[in-house]
């Protein structure tokens, strides 16, 4: 008994730190697509040389508590402003929805 009670534990410890590998995987490419996609145009706390064509996007879940929302405007900006030169990311497939979700993932740690 006491031999499956260690392995039960083992699995436990196992599980968590896959859990926190995979959460910190998922920041990680949350950042390298932010990098590649939005940079150009966009400051976030913690990310460097970025240029300041848009808006500097910090704090983001106080200002888009609902990411449905922040998702809408990174899918298709152009349907909130017709004029905005910012790519639309889902619309034009340059990113999938789950990417986008990774990214509002990694902007909503900001
Ligand atoms: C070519 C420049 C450009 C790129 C690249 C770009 N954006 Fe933008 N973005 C803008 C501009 C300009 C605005 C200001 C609003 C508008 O134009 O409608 C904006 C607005 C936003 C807003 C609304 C911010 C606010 O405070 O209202 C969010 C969120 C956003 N962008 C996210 C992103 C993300 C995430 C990426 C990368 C996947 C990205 N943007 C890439 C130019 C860009």
Redesign the pocket.
């Known amino acids: 008994m006491q031999g499956w009670r260690s392995v039960a534990a083992c699995g436990l410890v196992l599980g968590a730190a896959f859990w926190v590998t995979s959460a910190a995987a998922a920041e990680a490419d949350g950042k390298a ?2 990098i ?7 400051q976030t706390p913690g990310v460097e040389n970025a ?1 300041n ?5 910090s704090d ?1 879940k106080e ?2 508590p609902d990411r449905s929302q ?1 998702a809408a ?2 899918d298709d ?2 349907k ?2 017709p ?5 639309p ?1 889902g619309r034009n497939l ?2 999938t929805k789950q990417q ?1 979700d990774t ?2 993932d990694f ?1 909503y740690a900001r």
Do not use: A, W
Request: charged residues 15%; glycine residues 6%.
């Open positions: 697509m932010f590649d996609s939005c940079t150009q145009c966009h240029g064509i848009g808006p500097v996007l983001m200002r888009f922040l405007i990174i900006e152009s909130r402003n004029q905005t030169v910012m790519p990311f340059i990113r986008i990214i509002i902007l």
